[in-house]
């Protein structure tokens, strides 16, 4: 698949997807929305594919948000569908995707860029990295999953803080906080984005799939968590995955998963 604003590469079971706008920061043009879809898409349905990595091209930025040029014209029923639209295709899509995706935060993260790394699994960044929800400084609210996902992650009275404040934070005040995992230098953020896949390639990709499914249920108004984990514990047993990595524990040896 070709790109006009990522490039996207497969690197054994790993695809890496860099977010290529390095002039304007990487910001999220409605093109840039559409071939991120496109391009997770493409990876989740790749069954070679165990693990995803999202990052932005360049050394001063990650996302620095939603392309402002774009909307600054826009009326509420536009702004009201841009909304809708984006958290369909990018945002629940990914937090939803059936394969882990890795957000490897290696500058500026702000507004719709920390919502795109928000609706990541795990968070990395490196230390030059600045996390940010600057829409009230715009006359907005974030809405591409800010208000929700940020409570969750650092709680309520710190997400209010950042959106209140539209100030930033740095990598340690964000993994203080819970927003990030870990925090490296930026030479050395992708090895550890690809260490970090790389424990997750060891495990059964069928049972990571479904722990997404039941971590996400319990975020979901309406759908009880312990009741998706409860049927998700016992779809598993029906898995050749399950097979494989209860025999190779009871024969002492490293388990190859199918995958199925
Ligand atoms: N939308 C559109 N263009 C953006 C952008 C965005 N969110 N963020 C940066 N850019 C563009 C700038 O307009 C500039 O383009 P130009 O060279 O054609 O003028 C280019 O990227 C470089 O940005 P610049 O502002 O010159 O870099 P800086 O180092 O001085 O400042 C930031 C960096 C991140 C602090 C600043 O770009 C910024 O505040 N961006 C907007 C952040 C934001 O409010 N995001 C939320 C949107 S809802």
Do not use: C, W
Not at 107 to 128: P, T, Y
Not at 154 to 164: L, N, P, S, Y
Not at 190 to 219: C, D, H, P, R, Y
């Amino acid at each position: 698949m070709n790109f006009e604003n990522l490039i996207y590469e497969v690197d054994d079971h790993l695809a890496i997807i860099t977010i290529n706008r390095p002039k304007k920061l990487n910001a999220l043009n409605k093109e840039t929305i559409q071939e991120l879809h496109d391009a997770f898409a493409e990876a989740d349905a790749d069954e070679d594919i165990g693990v995803i990595i999202l990052t932005g091209s360049g050394e001063k930025a990650f996302v620095a948000g939603a392309d402002i040029s774009e909307f600054a014209d826009f009326e509420e029923e536009e702004g009201a569908l841009l909304a809708r639209k984006g958290q369909k295709i990018l945002f629940d899509f990914i937090e939803n995707l059936s394969t882990p995706v890795i957000a490897a935060i290696n500058g500026f993260a702000l507004g719709g860029g920390l919502e795109l790394a928000m609706a990541a699994h795990i968070r990395i960044a490196s230390h030059n990295a600045r996390m940010g929800l600057p829409e009230t400084s715009l006359g907005l609210i974030p809405g591409y999953g800010g208000t929700q996902r940020l409570p969750q992650l650092v709680g309520k009275g710190r997400a209010f803080e950042m959106i209140m404040t539209a100030g930033m934070i740095d990598a340690d005040q964000a993994f203080q906080s819970g927003l990030v995992n870990h925090v490296t230098s930026q030479e050395e953020l992708m090895a550890l984005a690809e260490k970090i896949a790389g424990k997750i390639l060891n495990n059964s990709g069928v049972a990571i799939a479904t722990a997404i499914q039941a971590v996400n249920a319990g975020f979901k108004p309406g759908v009880n968590g312990y009741d998706a984990e409860i049927e998700g514990f016992g779809a598993s047993f029906a898995t050749e995955d399950f097979k494989e990595g209860t025999t190779a524990f009871l024969e002492k040896r490293k388990p190859e998963f199918p995958g199925k």
